[in-house]
């Protein structure tokens, strides 16, 4: 395929993922949609300031971003860092005192495909409780460990409603970035036993709650946590882009007191 086309079959993609028709795209980047229609058929090759035009105005995503501009014949213009770099230090230490404010409540930073780079010690003590000691050096997909059946389903009173829900989101995940790894992940997830059955039945109806709590139960023990995700403001670096800060917080006074008293005096 050449550059023109790949580059063409990518912006279509992205147009239509956003449901924007040629006329939308074409004012909101402030060119005419008689060059828009021949970038699209791969008329017309792009420079690489119309590419940052177009990614830009259809939000595309830093990685994705670097694709339109090898798919257009131009070297990507986003760096990818490794997280443990010299260079993102400060932005560890940032989300460092991020997790510490969380204590002793559960916060965890993870990568786009859930790969646990960070964790308080109120997520450490969380797991202990659960399944027991993590080894430090251990690589822990929490997708997985969500999902699967040996790790958190066994405590997870409703882990067919927040299995359900969470595997939506990386369908949407994996609907936006478009790469082979999320899409591998979400295979992956689909595999476990008894997760293609619960996709095809509904939820449990009206909520009662305004947001659904992960409601673990352990012997006498039973913790109910709803979670917030965050990101970087202002990223500028693809791994920067993709990082999510999770904090859990207690549904009810009962969770709190156990989390509080499971922290060091």
Same mark, same amino acid.
Do not use: C
């Given at each position: 395929?050449?550059?023109?086309? #790949? ?5 279509? =993609?992205?147009?239509? *993922?956003?449901?924007?028709? !040629? ?16 970038? +699209? ?20 995503? @830093?990685? !994705?971003?670097? +694709? ?5 014949? /131009? ?16 932005? *560890? ?18 990568? *786009?495909?859930?790969? @646990?780079?960070?964790?308080? !010690?109120?997520?450490?003590? @969380? ?22 059946? &040996?790790?958190?389903?066994? /405590? =997870?009173?409703?882990?067919? &409603?927040?299995?359900?829900? /969470? ?9 936006? &970035?478009?790469?082979? #790894?999320?899409?591998?992940?979400? #295979? ?10 619960? @996709? ?5 109806? %009206?909520?009662?709650? %305004? ?13 109910? =946590? ?9 990223? !500028?670096?693809?791994?920067?882009? +993709?990082? *999510?800060?999770?904090? /859990?917080? %207690?549904?009810? &006074? ?12």
């Amino acid at each position: 395929m050449s550059s023109e086309a #790949e580059f063409a079959a990518r912006l279509r =993609l992205w147009r239509r *993922r956003k449901g924007w028709s !040629q006329l939308e795209l074409a004012g909101r980047a402030g060119i005419s949609q008689r060059h828009l229609s021949f970038l +699209e058929i791969g008329r017309a090759a792009p420079s690489r300031d119309m590419v940052a035009r177009l990614a830009v105005t259809l939000d595309v995503p @830093l990685r !994705q971003h670097n +694709e339109l501009l090898i798919a257009a014949g /131009f070297a990507p213009v986003w760096h990818e860092t490794e997280f443990a770099a010299p260079e993102l230090a400060r932005v *560890r230490d940032a989300l460092d005192y991020m997790l510490g404010q969380q204590e002793p409540f559960p916060a965890v930073v993870v990568d *786009r495909r859930w790969n @646990l780079l960070q964790a308080n !010690q109120g997520a450490a003590r @969380l797991v202990e409780f659960l399944v027991g000691p993590v080894a430090p050096d251990a690589r822990v997909n929490l997708a997985d460990a969500l999902v699967g059946p &040996d790790v958190f389903r066994p /405590f =997870l009173v409703n882990w067919a &409603d927040v299995a359900r829900y /969470f595997i939506r989101s990386i369908e949407a995940d994996a609907a936006a &970035d478009g790469t082979a #790894e999320t899409a591998a992940l979400l #295979e992956r997830l689909l595999s476990y036993e008894g997760v293609r059955p619960l @996709l095809k039945t509904p939820g449990a109806g %009206p909520a009662a709650d %305004p947001v659904l709590p992960m409601a673990f139960r352990k012997g006498e023990v039973s913790l109910e =946590l709803f979670t917030t995700i965050a990101t970087l403001g202002t990223p !500028q670096d693809v791994t920067l882009q +993709e990082l *999510r800060i999770e904090s /859990f917080f %207690p549904m009810h &006074d009962d969770t709190a007191a156990i989390l509080r008293a499971w922290a060091p005096r």
